[in-house]
């Protein structure tokens, strides 16, 4: 076949050849859903066919500002013009870290990496070396990130007594069985129990102050602040998806418990890749550097890391959600999609969990309450894949593996009425 006659692979054909599974990280299309995105603006996607989808996904939450949106825009390539990596502190960075510093009281001391992956990764080894104590907790089902201790434990099979820990992926290295210990989040009682016997050994523990989209129970946050204060144990706030979403002041903000570290990411960016931890003084000073080549100092260092784009798109999103309209519209908006979604399921008759908080949903198909892993585990997970598929299918775009729905400034109750339509659909084909 010459050159000229040989047919034109269309895109989504193109990146099943190229990328394992025809995407870049946990997305799981069917090849023949597959697309490759053209453009966004919004809460709107185009593919490269011109087929316009409506995102709830919104980059993993990270557009919390919608896609394109001119401020943040504006700022990132005014900046980008006037370079856009120096590895070293510029403007930007310095007003985005004293900003940080403002709205998270936990944030004493901060620095920038590019992903929350680094960010937790430092959190977690900043407990280590602070405490001079191996294990970190972290909670059965949480995820933090690609680093070893954030996929541990983050969707096991066969389920194991507490605490031990379960790789949930190939290629862990064994000795992280022995560094990490796994709880069951919204179980203060088992927590607490966990955190008294291994007290003398354990340096964090590490939560996502609202799992996936399961909110904490009351109290079950600052029982593990009073846990950990009582045997000198750190605690550690991964606030990658909550930060600057469920309140500017994230869930310190929201549920009013203040951690010993704290992780960023997402939102923060504005869609522009961008990390962040922060801490107390006396915990952040040993990543100083003139202590290279002495036991109180810990490593960390991120190219990208405060980069000016970054940050001056992250300046330009903090400046939108400071705006008083901000979050009463995504607590209400996110009330609204679910509530609706619980309506329509109903409807349907489904019985079905529909969990979140703040603009964030999400459907779990099971009778039963959900609160942890196991009881979100008990839900029909091949029902709810094949809901985020029909879904997709009728121009939603959205991560049929996360299962998370996101919603953004850029959405409003037409855009939940669009999705709950929808859904109705969707739910007709199972
Ligand atoms: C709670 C939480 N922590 C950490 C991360 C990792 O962030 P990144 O993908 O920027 O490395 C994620 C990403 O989804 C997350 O949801």
Known sequence: MTAA????????????????????????IPPELSIVVDRGEG???WDMTGREFVDFSMGWGSVLPGHARREVV????????????????????LELAEEIKRLSPASRRVRFCASGTEATMYCQ?????????????????????????????????????FPAPDPSSAGIAPVVNDQVIVAPYNDLPTTEAIVA??????????????????PPRPGFLAGLRAACDRHGVLLLFDEVVTGFRLAYGGAQELYGVVPDLVAYGKALGGGFPIGAFGGRQEIMDWVREDRLGRDDYVWTASTLGGNP????????????YRRPETYPHLRELGQYLREGMRRVLEERQHRAQVIGDGPLAQVVFTADPVFDYRSTRR?????????????????IFLNPMGTKLYLSLAHDRTD???????????????
Not at 309 to 320: D, G, N, Q, Y
Not at 387 to 392: A, E, K, Q, S, T
Request: charged share 25%; hydrophobic share 45%.
């Open 43 to 45: 809460c709107r996607l």
């Open 416 to 430: 939940c009425d669009r999705f709950l339509d929808r859904l109705g659909d969707a739910l007709g084909d199972l």
């Open 309 to 320: 784009v970054s940050t001056a798109a992250a300046l330009a999103a903090l400046a939108i």
């Open 125 to 161: 080894r900043l407990a280590r070396a602070f405490t001079g104590r191996p294990l970190i907790l972290k909670f059965e089902g949480a995820y933090h990130g690609a680093n070893e201790i954030g996929v541990t434990s983050l969707f096991p099979q066969r389920l194991k007594d």
């Open 74 to 93: 504006e700022a990132a390539t005014r900046q980008a013009a006037k370079g856009s990596n120096f590895a070293h502190v510029n403007r930007p960075a």
């Open 5 to 28: 006659h040989r047919p034109i692979a269309s895109d989504a054909a193109r990146a099943q050849d190229v990328f394992p599974a025809g995407s870049n990280g946990e997305f799981n």
């Open 379 to 395: 839900g029909d997970g091949a029902k709810g894949r094949a809901l985020m598929l029909g879904l997709f299918r009728r121009g």
């Open 197 to 214: 016997a291994h007290a003398d050994r354990l340096a964090g523990v590490i939560v996502e102050p609202l799992q996936r989209c399961t």
